[in-house]
């Protein structure tokens, strides 16, 4: 059945096509009889202007054709202005491209663009620089007053292809945002302020859950925020705040994500002189990937 609809509208263009060659060529026949052969001499030099009128109406599509590329090409260019190029490349993981893009950006007052900044430099490792911009973007007024317009909705358009898309709404970019912060500062040592951010993207998580529309991805960011708090908690001798959050990690099959949240765990209990419990969790440490666990499972649990 398809392949007998295929051939009835070939055969339907095709007539179409011949139609309109008929239609064109009767048009010149008619302009040629009543109007050019005025303007001639004689017949011969009336069908040499025929053939001329194709040549210049062929000419003038091209031209035509020509224009619309040229429009059509700038276009393009005027869109994808360095912001636009810097989001393509983050998305695309090119962090290094994406930083020469937004460091050429004219946007520089855009809480969009300090957010892509953040975000770029936060890829890099470069902590202090990535703190700097994601603080603007958390203390932003326009990010807290969180509403169902999305944060940022971009696109970059390619010549004659698909054109790639990145939508990102207000509550994500938040949560991103204090994730970003709280992982910063635990590089840079600063535990306490990691888990106030880390605090705050539970809570925005937590409240605004229904906007994200991607589950594993809230899972996962949920289970970083925790493993966030867990260490940080650690690091600062808050051995029952570290506890809760890594039996948060595990709870929420994180372990795979993070097999050190094991390995506290362990350390956790071995300080409260729960052996078997300690070295279990450093067994499952030691299978999920932590080669470190092995270790402590020298030492403890003999």
């Given at each position: 059945?398809?392949?007998?609809?295929?051939?009835?509208?070939?055969?339907?263009?095709?007539?179409?096509?011949?139609?309109?060659?008929?239609?064109?060529?009767?048009?010149?026949?008619?302009?040629?009889?009543?109007?050019?052969?005025?303007?001639?001499?004689?017949?011969?030099?009336?069908?040499?202007?025929?053939?001329?009128?194709?040549?210049?109406?062929?000419?003038?599509?091209?031209?035509?054709?020509?224009?619309?590329?040229?429009?059509?090409?700038?276009?393009?260019?005027?869109?994808?202005?360095?912001?636009?190029?810097?989001?393509?490349?983050?998305?695309?993981?090119?962090?290094?491209?994406?930083?020469?893009?937004?460091?050429?950006?004219?946007?520089?007052?855009?809480?969009?663009?300090?957010?892509?900044?953040?975000?770029?430099?936060?890829?890099?490792?470069?902590?202090n620089k990535a703190l700097q911009d994601l603080a603007v973007v958390s203390d932003s007024e326009y990010l807290k007053n969180i509403d169902s317009l999305p944060f940022f909705d971009i696109y970059k358009l390619h010549f004659f292809s698909e054109r790639n898309h990145y939508t990102l709404y207000k509550p994500n970019a938040y949560v991103e945002t204090c994730l970003m912060k709280s992982e910063c500062k635990l590089k840079l040592k600063d535990y306490r302020g990691a888990i106030l951010d880390a605090k705050k993207g539970i809570d925005s998580l937590v409240k605004y859950q229904n906007w994200?529309?991607?589950?594993?991805?809230?899972?996962?960011?949920?289970?970083?925020?925790?493993?966030?708090?867990?260490?940080?908690?650690?690091?600062?001798?808050?051995?029952?705040?570290?506890?809760?959050?890594?039996?948060?990690?595990?709870?929420?099959?994180?372990?795979?994500?993070?097999?050190?949240?094991?390995?506290?765990?362990?350390?956790?209990?071995?300080?409260?002189?729960?052996?078997?419990?300690?070295?279990?969790?450093?067994?499952?440490?030691?299978?999920?990937?932590?080669?470190?666990?092995?270790?402590?499972?020298?030492?403890?649990?003999?």
């Amino acid at each position: 059945m398809l392949e007998f609809i295929q051939k009835r509208m070939k055969k339907y263009f095709r007539n179409m096509k011949n139609d309109l060659i008929d239609i064109i060529l009767k048009c010149y026949d008619f302009i040629g009889k009543y109007f050019l052969r005025f303007l001639v001499d004689d017949y011969k030099n009336l069908n040499q202007m025929k053939k001329l009128i194709v040549k210049t109406s062929i000419g003038g599509i091209f031209i035509i054709f020509l224009i619309f590329v040229f429009e059509y090409s700038y276009n393009i260019i005027d869109h994808n202005n360095e912001f636009v190029n810097a989001v393509d490349k983050y998305y695309q993981g090119n962090y290094k491209e994406a930083n020469d893009c937004i460091e050429k950006s004219a946007n520089s007052n855009s809480v969009e663009e300090y957010f892509i900044r953040g975000s770029i430099n936060y890829k890099l490792s470069n902590y202090n620089k990535a703190l700097q911009d994601l603080a603007v973007v958390s203390d932003s007024e326009y990010l807290k007053n969180i509403d169902s317009l999305p944060f940022f909705d971009i696109y970059k358009l390619h010549f004659f292809s698909e054109r790639n898309h990145y939508t990102l709404y207000k509550p994500n970019a938040y949560v991103e945002t204090c994730l970003m912060k709280s992982e910063c500062k635990l590089k840079l040592k600063d535990y306490r302020g990691a888990i106030l951010d880390a605090k705050k993207g539970i809570d925005s998580l937590v409240k605004y859950q229904n906007w994200f529309d991607d589950k594993p991805q809230l899972n996962k960011i949920f289970i970083s925020l925790n493993y966030n708090i867990g260490l940080s908690s650690y690091k600062i001798n808050d051995i029952n705040q570290s506890l809760n959050s890594f039996n948060t990690v595990i709870k929420f099959k994180g372990g795979h994500l993070y097999p050190k949240a094991y390995t506290f765990k362990g350390l956790i209990l071995q300080m409260k002189k729960e052996k078997d419990s300690a070295c279990f969790y450093y067994s499952k440490a030691g299978e999920l990937g932590d080669t470190n666990a092995y270790s402590y499972i020298k030492k403890y649990c003999k």
